[in-house]
C-alpha cells in the first residue's frame, strides 16, 4: 500500500483492535440518523485493550443536502456530529478519574472545511467552533488526544480536525501526507508575491511548506511515522506518553506544541515575541486590575 489518501475507514481498522470498532455509538449516544453528517465517521473501539472513541472523515461519502461536502471534506452536519462525539465522551467519563479517561484518536485526511452558501448562512463557523471547543474541553478535562494524519490536513477542517489534539502524529511524506492552511497559489494572491518566490521560500521554509516534516520542525507533528505499518504502534505509544504527560502537568496540545517547536529551531522568533508582549502587558497590567473597594 502506497498510500491512505481517501482511506480514512481502512486507516481505522488499521490502528484499533481487530474487529473492535462499534459504528455510530459513544457512551450512552447513539447516532441513528444515517443521513446526519454522512461524511463523519463516530464510534468507539478498543486501543491495545482499552476502551477510545474514534472520529474520522469518510472520503468516500457525500452529503446531499449540502452538495460541496464530499472526498472527506468536514462540513456544518460533521463538524456538529463530530462535536457530539466528544461531547458523549465526556458524559461517559465524567466520574471517571483522570487516568481512566478514555483517549480520543482522530483519523485526518480531510482537504478542507465545506464552506458552501448555504452552510455559511446557517453557521459553518458555528460547527467547526463547536468541535473545536468540545476537543480542548476533553483535552483539559484529561482525555488524551491524538490526531493521526494520515493523507491531507489542510485549512479550516485540520483546525478544528486535529490541531486540538494533545499530539499529532503523520505518515511520512512520501504517503502523500500534506499539511498546510492553504496553496501557494492562494497564498500569493493574498500576500501579493509571486509565486515563484512561495515556491523557493517552501523549500526552506516551515510556514510555507505543506509537508509533514516541515510541521514536525514547528512542533505542530509529535512524530513522523516512517511506515504505514507503524501507525498503530506510534498511536498506542503517544497515548501511553500522555499518561504519564499529564500526570505530570506538562504542556500539551497547543502549548505544548509551541514549546516543542522552539527548542527544534522551527519556532525562533516567536519565544522572543511572547516573551516581549508579557513584558509589555506586565508593565501596564496594574492600572487596568480591578480596585478594591
Known sequence: ??????????????????????????????????????GAVVGT???????????ASDAEAFNEKFPVVYAGIIGMEEGYKMASAVYATLAADRD??????????????????????????????????????????????GHPIVAAVIGRAISGAFLCHG???DRIVALDAKFGTMIHVM?????????????????????????????PQFFH??????????EIAD????????????????????????????VLGAARGGRVTRPQVAAKMAAEFAAVADKYRPQSA
Open 217 to 226: 520542525k514547528l512542533g505542530g507533528v509529535e512524530e513522523v511515522v516512517p
Open 163 to 165: 490541531l486540538q489534539a
Open 231 to 258: 501507525l498503530r504502534s506510534v498511536v498506542i505509544r503517544q497515548v501511553a506518553a500522555l499518561r504519564v504527560a499529564k500526570a505530570k502537568g506538562e504542556a500539551t496540545g497547543p502549548v505544548g506544541r509551541a
Open 45 to 55: 473501539a478498543t486501543l491495545d485493550g482499552q476502551t477510545v472513541t474514534v472520529i
Open 1 to 38: 500500500m502506497d498510500t491512505l489518501i481517501g482511506q480514512g475507514l481502512v486507516a481505522l481498522e488499521m490502528i484499533v483492535d481487530p474487529g473492535s470498532f462499534a459504528r455510530d455509538r459513544v457512551g450512552a449516544k447513539e447516532f441513528t440518523d444515517e443521513s446526519y453528517g454522512p
Open 183 to 211: 496553496p501557494l497559489t492562494s497564498v500569493s494572491r493574498i500576500i501579493k508575491k509571486n509565486i515563484e518566490v512561495l515556491e523557493e521560500l517552501s523549500k526552506s521554509n516551515p510556514v510555507f511548506a505543506a509537508g
Open 96 to 141: 471517571a478519574p483522570a487516568s481512566a479517561k478514555r483517549p480520543i484518536v482522530l483519523i485526518v485526511d480531510t482537504p478542507g472545511n465545506g464552506p458552501g452558501k448555504v452552510e455559511e448562512i446557517f453557521g459553518m463557523n458555528k460547527a467547526t467552533g463547536a468541535y473545536q471547543l468540545a476537543l480542548a474541553e476533553a483535552r483539559a478535562a
